[in-house]
């Protein structure tokens, strides 16, 4: 089967621009997840979505990160103003139903840095 | 809340040696856990996950983990390490009673020595 689609896979933008991340997950896949991952650290979980709502954004910097699953499918995570410190890889997984215990499928990532 | 502790910034090993790349973890429930392998510029590769049941589970390319309740422990094994075991490594823990949330570990790159 695919595998979790994103795009672009690198990004260099100046401070206070906007930028726009697309994820395709695996096809059936209800849960989406979107994590920031800063360079030496562990993925950060930045928002997941169950089908198309949100389950849990708590970590989302809601004042300048945005994302939306319009029909449960694909997902944009949008970034306006970026700052300096948003450079990092944003990672988005996907997860079959939550019936049984599966694990996370990850995408390639983008590269996104801010100057 | 959820959370996970990878000690070790980094471990060497000599290739052919057994390697250990610790975890530990804390959850109000019952745990879920997973190990994850990135290479450079790619995502996240799953190796392995403990659900239930024995507490050695066996993954991907050769690798183990040996889940320890009492010690909230889940360090991931390998009996011989080669070269191309050479990578970032990462623990991951879900919480049963409570949603989907999987939260990771800082992480621990694994440097085996030819």
């Known amino acids: 089967e695919a595998g979790v689609a994103q795009s672009p896979r690198y990004k260099i933008i100046e401070k206070r621009q906007s930028v726009a991340f697309w994820c395709n997950p695996i096809?059936?896949?209800?849960?989406l997840y979107w994590y920031q991952q800063i360079l030496g650290q562990g993925p950060k979980l930045l928002i997941q979505f169950q089908n198309n709502g949100v389950v849990d954004d708590s970590q989302l910097p809601k004042d300048r990160f945005s994302a939306e699953r319009l029909k449960g499918v694909d997902s944009t995570l949008k970034i306006q103003p970026a700052k300096l410190e948003d450079s990092a890889v944003y990672l988005c997984?996907?997860?079959?139903?939550?019936?049984?215990?599966?694990?996370?499928?990850f995408g390639q990532g983008t590269r996104l840095t801010v100057v | 809340a959820q959370s996970v502790a990878q000690p070790e910034d980094q471990v060497n090993v000599a290739e052919g040696n057994p390697l250990t790349v610790k975890c530990t973890y804390s959850v109000s429930g019952n745990p879920y856990l997973f190990w994850y392998v990135q290479y450079p510029n790619r995502g996240l590769q799953f190796l392995l996950k403990y659900i239930t049941g024995d507490n050695l589970v066996k993954g991907s390319y050769g690798f183990e983990a040996e889940f320890n309740k009492s010690q909230t422990s889940f360090h991931l094994k390998k009996p011989s390490a080669l070269v191309s075991d050479s990578a970032l490594y990462f623990c991951a823990v879900r919480d049963q009673n409570r949603d989907d949330k999987i939260i990771f570990g800082k992480g621990t790159r694994l440097h085996i020595l030819p």
């Open positions: 997984a996907s997860r079959a139903p939550p019936l049984g215990v599966t694990e996370a499928f």
């Open positions: 096809s059936g896949h209800a849960t």
